[in-house]
């Protein structure tokens, strides 16, 4: 998992594991190997994955009895969530948890927009409100592609969709954002929306526009959008 991943999402990762786990066995996990999971849920170690779980039980949201290996990981033995636990997990499941990072939905290869995006729309959310921006491109890793996307978007503080290329999969990942309630702030070149505009459903939705040439007065844009849609 990417570097931005903080003890937070870790373990909201590790809720979600769990549970996920526990509805597809129909029981408690037998035996969960602390070793084996620190790069599903982006933890650093083991160790740091037995930290999260005592951390976890000790909230209230976890249950699970501990078993020391001695020279390797430890393991715990039938762990399930409380009835807190599985309530934390519903609602991250409806996309009420958000992570310190937003998602950018986009078309990846286009000479002037993979520049504009490395070198200045995430540079300023960075600089501007302390979130880092990722794309898919960010946070790939096995697994299926559509499910990681779905993840990244309903943990996602905010999501930032460029409509520039009339992009299929943009406007998905929008409307999935969208529909999980998330703050969601279009942008498009200036040049690209005056010829062609945008779709009828969201040509009408605040869009901040952009061209090279002007790149301080969209991030002045951008910046105060964003905090104005994350009351900060």
Not at 14 to 22: A, Q, S
Not at 23 to 35: F, N, Q, S, T
Not at 93 to 101: A, T
Not at 165 to 171: D, L, V
Request: negative net charge; aromatic residues 10%; charged residues 25%.
């Amino acid at each position: 998992m990417s570097n931005f991943t903080s003890p937070a999402i870790q373990a909201m990762n590790l809720v979600r594991y769990i549970g996920d786990e526990v509805v597809r066995l129909g029981k408690p996990i037998e035996m969960l190997d602390c070793a084996d999971i620190q790069e599903i849920i982006g933890a650093p170690s083991g160790e740091f994955v037995e930290q999260l779980i005592e951390d976890l039980k000790r909230r209230g949201t976890i249950k699970g009895d501990l078993n020391p290996e001695m020279g390797g990981s430890s393991s715990f033995f039938s762990v399930t969530l409380t009835l807190d636990g599985w309530e934390q997990y519903e609602a991250e499941k409806r996309g009420e948890f958000s992570g310190n990072y937003g998602f950018i939905a986009m078309q990846f290869g286009d000479p002037k927009l993979d520049p504009f995006m490395k070198d200045i729309v995430k540079p300023a959310v960075k600089e501007g409100i302390g979130y880092k921006l990722v794309d898919m491109r960010d946070v790939g890793r096995a697994g299926v592609i559509d499910n990681i996307m779905r993840t990244q978007i309903r943990d996602a503080a905010f999501v930032i969709v460029d409509l520039t290329h009339g992009n299929p999969g943009a406007y998905w990942e929008a409307g999935y954002a969208e529909g999980l309630g998330k703050p969601v702030l279009y942008i498009c070149e200036k040049a690209t929306f005056d010829e062609d505009g945008t779709h009828f459903d969201t040509n009408h939705c605040t869009t901040i526009f952009w061209s090279r040439d002007d790149d301080e007065d969209f991030k002045q844009k951008l910046i105060a959008t964003l905090r104005r849609s994350l009351n900060l």
